[in-house]
């Protein structure tokens, strides 16, 4: 157990719709990363949030959004799906800006059908 | 955007072999390179990382080998076992921008007994 926790691990769900992943970084880290894996694909830094604020954003589709929370838990936020957000979804942590290597969870498998 | 470079994509190596995985980077903005290996069903980890101040660093039977000249890095896996079967990534983190890790697309490895 890496001590990042993701919810769900699985999530099916159709086109058009709207879902939430849920992270919770390890405990002391202030810095949550989300990153899209897709099939055959390397790892896409999506969204960056550092106690609470934003601080980085990559390839993240307006269609996305998320927040971290005041207990640093963070959500990820998809609407609209479509069949090409298919992935798998990472939540990384990590215990300041810049610290060497993060801690990443098991990730959330998101199949839009 | 920046790329990191990684080959090959897949690689079939035998028991006891060495495995060699190759990454390039295409600015010299980055300060600390990290490898992860990634299970199936898994996050990814972290295996091993270097600064580009050093050439080589050894960890047990995994090297990493650095050409800041080439701007290129590398991982060498002695005595490769069949546990060591998973993907492994490579990554770079901007020197300015201590949030901005850029990823691999990935080498997928199979160590056959």
């Known amino acids: 157990d890496s001590g990042v926790t993701q919810t769900p691990k699985h999530l099916i769900t159709a086109t058009g719709q709207r879902v939430t992943l849920r992270c919770s970084p390890r405990?002391?880290?202030?810095?949550v990363y989300w990153y899209q894996q897709s099939l055959d694909q390397g790892l896409q830094f999506l969204i960056q949030?550092?106690?609470?604020?934003?601080?980085a954003k990559g390839n993240i589709l307006e269609r996305f959004s998320a927040q971290q929370f005041p207990d640093l838990h963070s959500e990820l936020n998809l609407s609209s799906l479509e069949l090409g957000d298919s992935a798998l979804y990472f939540c990384?942590?990590?215990?300041?800006?810049?610290?060497?290597?993060?801690?990443f969870g098991s990730g959330t498998r998101l199949t839009v059908v | 955007q920046q790329q990191v470079k990684q080959s090959p994509q897949s690689l079939i190596v035998q028991k006891g072999g060495i495995s060699i995985i190759n990454c390039a980077y295409e600015n010299t903005a980055f300060d600390y390179f990290p490898w992860y290996q990634q299970f199936p069903g898994k996050g990814p980890a972290l295996l091993i990382a270097i600064r580009p101040d050093v050439s080589e660093k050894k960890e047990g039977r995994f090297t990493i080998s650095f050409n800041k000249s080439a701007k290129q890095f590398s991982l060498h896996i002695m005595d490769s076992q069949p546990g060591d079967s998973a993907t492994y990534f490579c990554?770079?983190?901007?020197?300015?921008?201590?949030?901005?890790?850029?990823f691999g697309a990935g080498t997928r490895l199979t160590v056959k007994p």
């Open positions: 405990s002391g880290d202030l810095s």
């Open positions: 949030y550092y106690n609470g604020e934003e601080r």
């Open positions: 990554a770079a983190r901007g020197i300015l921008a201590k949030n901005d890790m850029r």
């Open positions: 990384a942590s990590s215990a300041s800006l810049g610290e060497f290597g993060y801690t």
